[in-house]
């Protein structure tokens, strides 16, 4: 599959990358570009959605002046000239927010994250923070007795990068870190929340320039304890390997003192420059790959985490390396592509034979002009090239994202100014079968690992697997409901519902896969396949909804909902919203709800206070709550409300729709909050059909 989008030139080397939201995020000039994998159920809505973000107006803030002790000034601000360098998707939302945040360096070697405005699809976002004036304040506040101009700046960022999720027992949100290395060579770790950046850790590793980062994946040494290698890449030196530990008591993560280990061939340090490292966990041996010029290094870390050389690889070029993206088999990974700047992909995967790191003959530059050149079938080329820009992958590998420009052999483009065009281009893993999505799938219901569903290359692939459109394969979403919804009832002890409401064979992600599973095993027709289950969902859901009314009605006409009532009638009204939205009869039916939980008595029981924030689609002005059944605003036009959507009435974030911008009602109460990841990023605008996102 191939996308045509237009992006202004110069790139950035590994430019492009792809958050867990699944959002491509293109650097150029003073402008990000998102490019997002389009969710609404609207059929003339186009597959895919561009932002174009203009972040110039933050580079050209008022001057701020720092006198050193040595009498010096310096002036932190951008310039005219300033362009963006680098940037960096969190891993994760800071705090609790759910919603990736993106890290920035300009060419100027200021450091900022910004956030967005309402949702990760917002043409809009907002400064969260500006690191580098914050750790010049860490400068001025510290201890040291001289502070002068020539150690500052030569502690200018160079290169950032985020630090993968740690996920524990103890947490119920991920930590991760941003990572900065720079012209001092040393590497800052800082941690970042909402309200305020942290500087956790300032460590000298180098005595030249640091210019790339990579983490290892989390791993876990003990009870409470768990660590991660970051790999240090100099200008002109070598690479150093810092082990990062981190102790957990009370949720509360505390670093522990880091080391620092060399790199040594044959008992001398291992010297040769990099320009670029990443790090494959194969079972349970970690593998760092370092890429160079004309060659690739390979390590390997034993049990003490001490790196032992193991082979180079040699490639087939001598050109510099523009990207490389880890090849996932499912979720883990089996090896990695580099790419060139003049087209060649190369891949290298383990060998099945001796698990060592081997490059294989593939025909992914093939493949990748083959689609091209179907593209440009329209234009007098009479040949051409692929440059690429970015290569980016995501666990579970069923695609392979490249942003690359077609490069004509007479060089005509670059006659004109005009801006240069890029392609965005979808590349299928090779072997793809439905039983390896199967048993993708299979590891993502029954396993903990975790990345969004709202991911692009795993709605793609899901498409695939049930030979349908994106928008039909929806239901399958359902595993990330029980999921999270098993998960916090899991520990609840269950006094006012009966169990079996919890035992329901559609109220457990392991059964519900397992009816999926045998029907495999029995070689059903994939339509066969969803038609059954989406009946079965179907059927149960009008089953419950009449049964279990009587039932709530009959324990909840005195008092408020238990937390454990409203989380099992919002997993049911998640699954109406996501599968069902135009099935009358299921609307029909939970009118009785409606009735039952959203009376006038029922809503001003402890004095709860609506917070109104809907607005009319006419004339934009505010829509007062007084009645459950119809809006109405103050120039008189009438809105009527959904049945379903006023569930989410009953949740304390606000929800903003990506398309419409319509905003639901919420109660100021958090006390009475429903569990916000049941009504999330899949529930759906009753109005126009885009996703509802949190007000955070």
């Known amino acids: 599959m191939i996308k045509n989008v237009k992006i202004g030139l110069p790139f950035t080397l590994n430019s492009c990358k792809l958050s867990k939201d699944g959002i491509i995020g293109i650097a150029c000039g003073t402008r990000v570009q998102l490019i997002s994998w389009n969710t609404s159920f609207q059929s003339q809505k186009k597959d895919f959605q561009v932002q174009d973000i203009d972040l110039s107006s933050y580079f050209e803030l008022q001057e701020n002046t720092y006198i050193f002790h ?3 000034h310096f002036y932190l601000s951008e310039s005219s000239d300033t362009f963006i360098k680098e940037i960096d998707w969190s891993p994760t939302g800071v705090s609790e927010s759910k919603n990736c945040v993106l890290a920035i360096l300009t060419s100027k070697h200021v450091v900022y994250i910004f956030k967005p405005y309402k949702n990760p699809y917002s043409n809009k976002w907002v400064l969260l923070h500006n690191i580098s004036k914050i750790a010049i304040k860490y400068l001025f506040n510290s201890s040291k007795p001289n502070t002068n101009i020539t150690n500052f700046l030569r502690s200018r960022a160079r290169c950032i990068l985020w630090s993968p999720t ?4 103890e947490r119920k949100w991920g930590k991760c870190y941003l990572g900065i290395g720079n012209e001092y060579g040393e590497i800052e770790l800082w941690s970042i929340s909402s309200d305020e950046a942290i500087l956790s850790l300032k460590l000298k590793v180098l005595e030249t320039w640091v210019t790339k980062l990579s983490f290892s994946p989390w791993m876990q040494e003990s009870v409470n304890t768990y660590c991660t290698l970051l790999s240090v890449s100099g200008e002109s030196g070598p690479t150093r390997i810092i082990k990062l530990s981190v102790s957990i008591n009370n949720e509360n993560v505390y670093l522990i003192s880091p080391s620092i280990k060399k790199l040594y061939i044959d008992n001398n340090e291992f010297e040769t420059p990099s320009n670029n490292s990443l790090w494959l966990l194969q079972s349970t041996i970690l593998y760092l790959i370092l890429i160079h010029v004309e060659r690739i290094s390979v390590f390997q870390c034993s049990a003490t985490f001490d790196p032992i050389f193991i082979k180079y690889l040699h490639t087939e070029t001598f050109l510099q390396a523009s990207g490389t993206s880890i090849i996932y088999n499912g979720i883990d990974p089996i090896g990695f592509l580099v790419a060139y700047h003049n087209g060649l992909i190369q891949t290298f995967t383990f060998s099945k034979l001796s698990n060592e790191i081997e490059p294989i ?9 083959g689609q091209l050149s179907d593209y440009i079938q329209t234009n007098n080329f009479s040949g051409f090239d692929i440059r690429i820009y970015g290569l980016s992958s995501f666990p579970p590998f069923l695609y392979q994202i490249f942003i690359c420009e077609i490069i004509p052999s007479d060089e005509i483009r670059y006659i004109t100014n ?3 065009e890029a392609n965005l281009v979808f590349l299928e893993s090779s072997n793809i079968s439905n039983e390896k999505i199967l048993e993708v799938v299979e590891q993502y219901a029954i396993s903990n690992t975790r990345f969004s569903t709202t991911c692009m290359l795993w709605d793609i692939g899901l498409s695939k697997f049930f030979s349908t459109s994106y928008k039909e394969i929806n239901f399958l979403k359902c595993f990330d409901h029980l999921k ?16 079996k409401l919890f035992n329901s064979e559609f109220l457990n992600s392991q059964r519900l896969l397992n009816s999926i599973i045998n029907m495999f095993k029995m070689k059903k027709d994939l339509e066969i396949i ?5 009946s079965n969902l179907q059927s149960h859901l009008i089953i419950t909804i009449l049964s279990e009314s009587n039932y709530f009605h009959q324990h909840t006409s005195c008092s408020l909902l238990t937390s454990k009532e409203r989380k099992l009638i919002m997993l049911y009204c998640s699954f109406v919203i996501n599968y069902f939205p135009n099935d009358d009869l299921l609307l029909n039916l939970l009118k009785v709800w409606k009735k039952h939980f959203l009376s006038s008595e029922l809503l001003q029981i402890h004095d709860w206070e609506i917070n109104t924030e809907e607005y009319c689609n006419i004339c934009k002005s505010n829509i007062p709550f007084k009645n459950v059944e119809f809006g109405t605003c103050e120039k008189k036009h009438t809105w009527p409300r959904c049945s379903i959507t006023l569930f989410t009435l009953m949740d304390a974030s606000p929800k903003t ?10 109660f100021s109460n958090r006390d009475h909050s ?8 899949c529930d759906i605008c009753f109005y126009c059909g885009g996703r509802w996102y949190s007000k955070i």
Do not use: G, M
């Open 70 to 72: 040595d009498k010096k």
């Open 166 to 169: 740690l996920y524990t027992q």
């Open 361 to 369: 003959t593939n025909n992914i530059t093939l493949k990748l002009k």
């Open 418 to 420: 005009r801006q240069a």
């Open 484 to 499: 999270k919804f098993n998960k916090e009832i899991s520990n609840e002890t269950c006094q006012t519902i009966p169990d």
């Open 530 to 534: 969803y038609h059954t289950i989406i």
């Open 657 to 666: 729709c990506q398309n419409c911008s319509r905003k639901c009602i919420s």
């Open 674 to 681: 429903f569990v916000s990841k049941l009504i999330d990023a």
